[in-house]
């Protein structure tokens, strides 16, 4: 069993940032698992957030956070980090991160889920 805790998040506001991560562990979490966040706000669905390759080689992101965050991973750490710059109100949300085998936007191909951590942003 793989294991994912995120840990990060806070209450800031608007134009500030934050930086989550994502811890995995587990005896199994020896694959080249995908690595991806996804946050829900109250009364909305799970939305994709960004994904980043075992390699972290290739990296794909949701339009609504391009070029405000960034995602990296240390491999040697099994950790993934969530750089979020100019935050705004609308990022608002509980952000999970999930381990899948396949590099993918959709939430259902991911295996393995954190427990989420709650980001935010006030005007």
């Known amino acids: 069993q793989v294991q994912l805790v995120e840990s990060g998040g806070g209450l800031v506001q608007a134009g500030d940032s934050l930086r989550l991560s994502c811890a995995a562990s587990?005896?199994?979490?020896?694959?080249?698992?995908?690595m991806a966040w996804f946050r829900q706000a109250p009364g909305k669905e799970r939305e994709f957030v960004v994904v980043?390759?075992?390699?972290?080689?290739?990296?794909s992101y949701a339009d609504s956070v391009k070029g405000r965050f960034t995602i990296s991973r240390d491999n040697a750490k099994n950790t993934v980090f969530l750089q979020m710059n100019s935050l705004k109100p609308e990022d608002t949300a509980v952000y999970y991160c999930?381990?899948?085998?396949?590099?993918?936007?959709?939430?259902?191909?991911?295996?393995?889920w954190g427990q989420g951590t709650q980001v935010t942003v006030s005007s």
């Open positions: 587990g005896r199994t979490f020896s694959g080249r698992y995908a």
């Open positions: 980043i390759s075992w390699s972290g080689g290739i990296t």
């Open positions: 999930a381990a899948g085998q396949r590099y993918t936007t959709t939430p259902g191909a991911y295996i393995y």
